[in-house]
């Protein structure tokens, strides 16, 4: 395992041809699906059915089949509304950031990603609603000019809450959209099939691979990723609004809006590496996934792992250092009060584990990190859930002080979720290409000009 | 079969190199209606083929901007104009308040112009009738071969010419590309008329039940229908069949205390005047005076009254035997009624009792002052004034 790291590694691994980087990439849409994939997706079925059985019951019997009441009025609804949000924020990191930064091996994982992107954002979504008891009143969210004469409070960080998650979803589904053009010029190219050459000549508008196109194309991608890499830092921004603009102890702190967004790119890249190792074993694309791909987000999450555990000490800091009684009593009550448990399992998970990517051959063995990011994805999931129900459980009023239990609807709804997620995913697998094979022949080897463009 | 009409001539290239060289070539031969087709942008090309830069950014620019201008001045008429309301204490324009929205509006715009404008506008998409769908050179760029096509309405264009330039630079598969055929177009074709009433049947059906159905539902009913008892309503409980029941034999009506001395001719304990003589209470004094004393009283209390004979006058508030009175025989008269007067206790409640008795003090007071007590007053108003 010694790995030269002074010069930049290949983004493609062997000598794989530009004709075989389509073969490989569209072979999972060529052939029809397997035991193996039937079996996967009855599994996600069977955890989405759950979530739809736990929302019926929560939609027949309102809000009270949850857990949460006075004094945890916020639990597993904003948990896992903030959990799945986080999720999607690394596909467009990985798709936006990485391609400003000039990051070439992003393009083997990019598209995956940005479709994890858009179904999080989806589960995301899912939450808001639902959290109201009365989802056929959620078009009360929207300002549009109604019989009440009254529009939204364009002040109140829920209502920009509203704009920031739909543009969010809007404009990574455009992007990903814009991306698999070419690709759907490709795969309408190369299929045998009626049917499908028309659903990919729908969907590929047309597309003619002309360099007229592409001049047009490269600038019109260079602006998206402009525009989302502000974007994805925004919509956390605004979703740890949500917290850091009340005035609860433990939510009204300045540090929020970049710890969040740490959070969520830590918790994003942990989830895009589960699937990944699972992805480039099942579809044989260890040579465009490679290991050094893995090792590099491993890099990424041991980083944005540590700057959540710099803010957790801040935190703490901050609690001292302001004089506030409150804010202190919070933050002694979060780590050796009754949720004391979940607590340590957040920082067990976030701080302590990842610590281990600090060796090269942690960082590339593929079963111990997988179990470090799954550990990862348990320990944000408790991140956001030790914010909000530890921050409310005991507040200004001791009388009123109170323990929030999960009951059975409020976990079935969020395995429901998981259960959409992957549902999801696997349909994804199984329907458009999971790696961008115009991106990633593009950065094969010898599939540029030379340095004199051809004018030897 | 009619002649096909000739869309252009295309080449393939092997290698990037050589379709940079090519293309180097065909621009310095003064070509001007020539695409290059890749399977993905190749650097230099854009230098090679002499394009000028994408003026794309312009279009993100203006509608992110509008974008902008537009999420604050609407979020300013809603806000400050349409509907103000102060919130948390903010001004109605509440700049940084309105920042997170105005940037994701931005950010919006600005995307969907650029993406809708690039496909629609530079590139006009959908075009699946383009005459290069279809063709194996199409299937042969798409995949991993680099292609120029030179097309026919270029005013250079010289079939025989083009061939041998794209020979002398080793191009592999020179060919011709003709416009597809025109398909002919029946829409009287049975299949799309079937289909054509099955979407009319389709969309009939679900807009008459989203119209009279859908909308109408009341999606979950456990709120409003309660197990309790609505007023008015018939009870199969009580033997006599009504909802509502009578309160207790004895209750007592929040501020109606029953009068103690009804039926008496005076209160057995002098009552005082629990209210003190302010301008408000005079006020209301004066207007339940005349509204509800005056018809018979008259406004001053002259016993005068405006009902024409229609019910006997009574007697002057101002005689001795009233202006003598205690508060309490006023207050018990108005309660009790007196004669032909009926009880108040009904049309005033007891606080507006004591105020009208204030006013009537006052009524007195003015009708029946001494010289005296005209000229302090005077004095004191003519000194208030001097000040």
């Given at each position: 395992?010694?790995?030269?790291?002074?010069?930049?590694?290949?983004?493609?691994?062997?000598?794989?041809?530009?004709?075989?980087?389509?073969?490989?990439?569209?072979?999972?849409?060529?052939?029809?699906?397997?035991?193996?994939?039937?079996?996967?997706?009855?599994i996600t079925l069977t955890l989405l059915m759950i979530g739809v059985i736990s929302v019926t019951i929560l939609f027949?019997?309102?809000?009270?089949?949850?857990?949460?009441?006075?004094?945890?009025?916020?639990?597993f609804d904003?948990?896992n509304?903030?959990?799945w949000?986080?999720?999607?924020?690394?596909?467009?990191?990985?798709?936006?950031?990485?391609?400003?930064?000039?990051?070439?091996?992003?393009?083997?994982?990019?598209?995956?990603?940005?479709?994890?992107?858009?179904?999080?954002?989806m589960c995301?979504?899912i939450f808001?609603?639902i959290?109201?008891?009365?989802?056929?009143?959620?078009?009360?969210?929207?300002?549009?000019?109604?019989?009440?004469?009254?529009?939204?409070?364009?002040?109140?960080?829920?209502?920009?809450?509203?704009?920031?998650?739909?543009?969010?979803?809007?404009?990574?589904?455009?992007?990903?959209?814009?991306?698999?053009?070419?690709?759907?010029?490709?795969?309408?190219?190369?299929?045998?099939?009626?049917?499908?050459?028309?659903?990919?000549?729908?969907?590929?508008?047309?597309?003619?691979?002309?360099?007229?196109?592409?001049?047009?194309?490269?600038?019109?991608?260079?602006?998206?990723?402009?525009?989302?890499?502000?974007?994805?830092?925004?919509?956390?921004?605004?979703?740890?609004?949500?917290?850091?603009?009340?005035?609860?102890?433990?939510?009204?702190?300045?540090?929020?809006?970049?710890?969040?967004?740490?959070?969520?790119?830590?918790?994003?890249?942990?989830?895009?590496?589960?699937?990944?190792?699972?992805?480039?074993?099942?579809?044989?694309?260890?040579?465009?996934?490679?290991?050094?791909?893995?090792?590099?987000?491993?890099?990424?999450?041991?980083?944005?792992?540590?700057?959540?555990?710099?803010?957790?000490?801040?935190?703490?800091?901050?609690?001292?250092?302001?004089?506030?009684?409150?804010?202190?009593?919070?933050?002694?009550?979060?780590?050796?009060?009754?949720?004391?448990?979940?607590?340590?399992?957040?920082?067990?998970?976030?701080?302590?584990?990842?610590?281990?990517?600090?060796?090269?051959?942690?960082?590339?063995?593929?079963?111990?990190?997988?179990?470090?990011?799954?550990?990862?994805?348990?320990?944000?999931?408790?991140?956001?859930?030790?914010?909000?129900?530890?921050?409310?459980?005991?507040?200004?009023?001791?009388?009123?002080?109170?323990?929030?239990?999960?009951?059975l609807v409020d976990l079935g709804v969020l395995i429901g979720s998981f259960g959409l997620f992957f549902t999801l995913?696997?349909?994804?697998?199984?329907?458009?290409?999971?790696?961008?094979?115009?991106?990633?022949?593009?950065?094969?080897?010898?599939?540029?000009?030379?340095?004199?463009?051809?004018?030897? | 079969?009619?002649?096909?009409?000739?869309?252009?001539?295309?080449?393939?290239?092997?290698?990037?190199?050589?379709?940079?060289?090519?293309?180097?070539?065909?621009?310095?031969?003064?070509?001007?209606?020539?695409?290059?087709?890749?399977?993905?942008?190749?650097?230099?090309?854009?230098?090679?083929?002499?394009?000028?830069?994408?003026?794309?950014?312009?279009?993100?620019?203006?509608?992110?901007?509008?974008?902008?201008?537009?999420?604050?001045?609407?979020?300013?008429?809603?806000?400050?104009?349409?509907?103000?309301?102060?919130?948390?204490?903010?001004?109605?324009?509440?700049?940084?308040?309105?920042?997170?929205?105005?940037?994701?509006?931005?950010?919006?715009?600005?995307?969907?112009?650029?993406?809708?404008?690039?496909?629609?506008?530079?590139?006009?998409?959908?075009?699946?009738?383009?005459?290069?769908?279809?063709?194996?050179?199409?299937?042969?760029?798409?995949?991993?071969?680099?292609?120029?096509?030179?097309?026919?309405?270029?005013?250079?264009?010289?079939?025989?010419?083009?061939?041998?330039?794209?020979?002398?630079?080793?191009?592999?598969?020179?060919?011709?590309?003709?416009?597809?055929?025109?398909?002919?177009?029946?829409?009287?074709?049975?299949?799309?008329?079937?289909?054509?009433?099955?979407?009319?049947?389709?969309?009939?059906?679900?807009?008459?039940?989203?119209?009279?159905?859908?909308?109408?539902?009341?999606?979950?009913?456990?709120?409003?229908?309660?197990?309790?008892?609505?007023?008015?309503?018939?009870?199969?409980?009580?033997?006599?069949?009504?909802?509502?029941?009578?309160?207790?034999?004895?209750?007592?009506?929040?501020?109606?205390?029953?009068?103690?001395?009804?039926?008496?001719?005076?209160?057995?304990?002098?009552?005082?005047?629990?209210?003190?003589?302010?301008?408000?209470?005079?006020?209301?004094?004066?207007?339940?005076?005349?509204?509800?004393?005056?018809?018979?009283?008259?406004?001053?209390?002259?016993?005068?009254?405006?009902?024409?004979?229609?019910?006997?006058?009574?007697?002057?508030?101002?005689?001795?035997?009233?202006?003598?009175?205690?508060?309490?025989?006023?207050?018990?008269?108005?309660?009790?009624?007196?004669?032909?007067?009926?009880?108040?206790?009904?049309?005033?409640?007891?606080?507006?009792?004591?105020?009208?008795?204030?006013?009537?003090?006052?009524?007195?007071?003015?009708?029946?002052?001494?010289?005296?007590?005209?000229?302090?007053?005077?004095?004191?108003?003519?000194?208030?004034?001097?000040?």
């Open positions: 395992m010694n790995i030269d790291y002074s010069q930049e590694l290949p983004v493609i691994e062997g000598r794989i041809t530009l004709a075989d980087i389509d073969r490989l990439i569209a072979k999972p849409l060529d052939e029809k699906p397997d035991k193996k994939f039937f079996i996967a997706l009855s027949a019997f309102g809000t009270g089949v949850w857990g949460l009441n006075q004094p945890v009025g916020w639990a904003i948990t509304f903030v959990f949000v986080g999720i999607g924020h690394a596909g467009t990191l990985i798709s936006a950031v990485l391609y400003l930064l000039r990051q070439k091996w992003r393009t083997g994982i990019a598209r995956f990603a940005e479709a994890m992107t858009i179904f999080a954002v995301a979504g808001p609603i959290h109201t008891g009365r989802p056929w009143l959620a078009g009360y969210l929207v300002p549009y000019p109604n019989q009440h004469g009254l529009w939204v409070n364009f002040t109140s960080p829920l209502v920009w809450d509203v704009f920031a998650v739909s543009t969010y979803f809007t404009v990574s589904l455009v992007f990903w959209y814009v991306g698999l053009i070419p690709d759907f010029g490709v795969l309408r190219d190369r299929t045998v099939s009626k049917l499908k050459k028309s659903i990919y000549s729908i969907f590929s508008l047309g597309w003619r691979n002309s360099h007229r196109n592409w001049q047009h194309y490269e600038k019109a991608y260079m602006l998206l990723a402009g525009f989302a890499t502000p974007l994805v830092l925004s919509v956390h921004t605004i979703v740890s609004f949500d917290f850091a603009v009340s005035i609860i102890p433990g939510w009204h702190t300045t540090i929020f809006p970049p710890y969040f967004v740490a959070g969520a790119i830590f918790s994003g890249f942990a989830m895009v590496v589960t699937v990944l190792i699972f992805v480039r074993k099942v579809f044989d694309l260890q040579e465009i996934i490679t290991l050094n791909h893995l090792e590099k987000m491993n890099k990424i999450i041991l980083l944005t792992g540590t700057m959540v555990g710099y803010a957790y000490g801040m935190e703490f800091f901050i609690a001292w250092y302001s004089g506030n009684p409150f804010e202190q009593f919070v933050f002694i009550n979060r780590a050796f009060g009754p949720y004391a448990w979940a607590y340590w399992i957040m920082v067990s998970c976030n701080v302590f584990i990842p610590q281990l990517f600090w060796i090269k051959k942690v960082r590339r063995t593929i079963p111990i990190m997988l179990v470090i990011v799954i550990f990862v994805n348990v320990g944000m999931w408790f991140e956001r859930f030790v914010i909000t129900v530890t921050s409310l459980h005991r507040d200004f009023l001791p009388s009123s002080w109170g323990y929030f239990t999960p009951t995913v696997l349909i994804f697998t199984k329907t458009l290409p999971v790696v961008a094979m115009s991106e990633i022949k593009a950065v094969a080897e010898g599939a540029q000009p030379s340095h004199h463009g051809g004018n030897h | 079969m009619s002649e096909k009409k000739l869309f252009g001539l295309s080449a393939i290239f092997a290698s990037p190199d050589a379709v940079i060289h090519a293309v180097k070539k065909v621009e310095e031969a003064g070509y001007k209606n020539y695409d290059v087709h890749t399977p993905y942008p190749l650097h230099g090309m854009d230098a090679a083929m002499k394009l000028k830069p994408s003026k794309l950014g312009y279009v993100t620019l203006s509608f992110g901007l509008s974008g902008a201008a537009f999420a604050l001045l609407f979020m300013y008429w809603a806000m400050s104009k349409d509907y103000p309301m102060i919130i948390g204490g903010k001004p109605f324009f509440a700049l940084p308040a309105f920042i997170p929205i105005t940037f994701e509006l931005t950010v919006l715009f600005a995307t969907l112009a650029t993406v809708i404008g690039m496909l629609a506008v530079y590139f006009k998409f959908p075009s699946n009738n383009h005459p290069l769908h279809d063709t194996p050179y199409m299937k042969a760029v798409s995949a991993d071969k680099f292609g120029i096509c030179i097309e026919a309405d270029d005013k250079l264009f010289d079939i025989e010419k083009i061939k041998n330039l794209f020979k002398e630079l080793h191009a592999q598969n020179i060919s011709e590309i003709y416009f597809p055929a025109p398909e002919p177009v029946n829409i009287f074709e049975p299949k799309f008329l079937t289909l054509l009433a099955l979407v009319a049947l389709l969309t009939s059906a679900a807009t008459y039940v989203t119209l009279n159905k859908v909308i109408y539902a009341q999606p979950f009913t456990w709120m409003m229908n309660q197990p309790k008892v609505n007023v008015q309503t018939k009870s199969a409980f009580y033997a006599d069949g009504f909802s509502m029941r009578k309160p207790v034999e004895g209750t007592v009506a929040r501020g109606f205390i029953p009068y103690e001395y009804k039926g008496l001719a005076a209160p057995v304990v002098p009552l005082s005047n629990p209210l003190l003589p302010t301008a408000s209470t005079l006020d209301l004094g004066k207007k339940r005076f005349l509204t509800f004393c005056s018809p018979c009283h008259g406004n001053l209390g002259d016993g005068d009254s405006r009902l024409r004979g229609q019910f006997p006058n009574p007697p002057s508030l101002h005689s001795e035997k009233v202006r003598t009175w205690q508060d309490g025989n006023i207050y018990h008269v108005i309660t009790n009624g007196q004669n032909v007067m009926p009880s108040y206790a009904s049309q005033l409640s007891r606080d507006e009792r004591w105020a009208v008795i204030h006013y009537i003090r006052a009524l007195q007071k003015a009708k029946n002052a001494s010289p005296s007590e005209i000229v302090t007053a005077k004095k004191e108003s003519s000194a208030n004034v001097a000040k």
